[in-house]
């Protein structure tokens, strides 16, 4: 399975995009990208995923590159609860979580 | 949908307790993970079920950690017996793929697990 890297923690104003990136060079041709997201105290919680095309949902939208080694998970409006750790994935046959980044939407 | 159903959602129990901590997944749904999530380790597969068969069980840690899926609505990871560093918060997931783990996880509460 392709590994991930992702910042440790990135701030974001409220009200302002949250941007979170994510590289996956190692990526094959039909491994997803997921996106899930953990606030404080409770499980993981599912936002989005894509193989090859850009998506959106009514939570976000995520941005693959052509080349597939790397996507951005945007968040348009950041609010406070918002605030959580972001897991990118990258999935053949198995979910591996990685460390994921800490987003910390300020006031 | 009342989503994924974990109990207890806290338990504290001795070392060399026998500990069991029960899932129901979402109905309809056809596969099921078992995760544990630690400070040191983060958040670690475990084993899942497809169609209340277990497909992959090479998280499970040692023998005195079982799983079992007796049917479609409920599943139970048991730890007999108990040490401290079991100390977790385990997860439980459904999902409704039907071969692969590709498909969207939905997570329970969570148990908080202490062993003192």
């Known amino acids: 399975d392709a590994k991930t890297t992702q910042p440790t923690s990135m701030d974001c104003a409220e009200g302002r995009a949250a941007n979170l990136p994510c590289n996956h060079s190692t990526i094959s041709g039909n491994e997803y990208v997921y996106w899930y997201r953990q606030i404080h105290s409770q499980g993981p919680q599912y936002i989005i995923h894509?193989?090859?095309n850009n998506e959106t949902n009514e939570m976000a939208s995520l941005i693959i590159t052509e080349d597939r080694k790397s996507s951005t998970l945007i968040l348009p409006h950041a609010t406070l609860r918002d605030t959580a750790v972001y897991y990118c994935i990258v999935i053949m046959d198995k979910v591996i979580f990685g460390p994921g980044t800490s987003l910390s939407v300020i006031p | 949908d009342a989503g994924v159903i974990q109990s207890p959602r806290h338990e504290v129990t001795e070392m060399g307790q026998e500990v069991t901590l029960r899932c129901k997944p979402i109905s309809g749904h056809n596969s099921l993970f078992w995760y544990r999530q630690t400070m040191m380790r983060g958040l670690e597969l475990l084993i899942y079920f497809n169609n209340n068969v277990p497909i992959d069980d090479s998280g499970m840690p040692e023998d005195r950690f079982s799983a079992k899926m007796p049917n479609a609505s409920f599943s139970t990871l048991k730890i007999q017996p108990s040490e401290p560093r079991d100390s977790a918060v385990y997860f439980c997931a459904s999902s409704s793929q039907i071969l692969t783990s590709t498909d969207t996880q939905y997570f329970g509460p969570g148990t908080r697990l202490t062993v003192l």
């Open positions: 894509g193989l090859k």
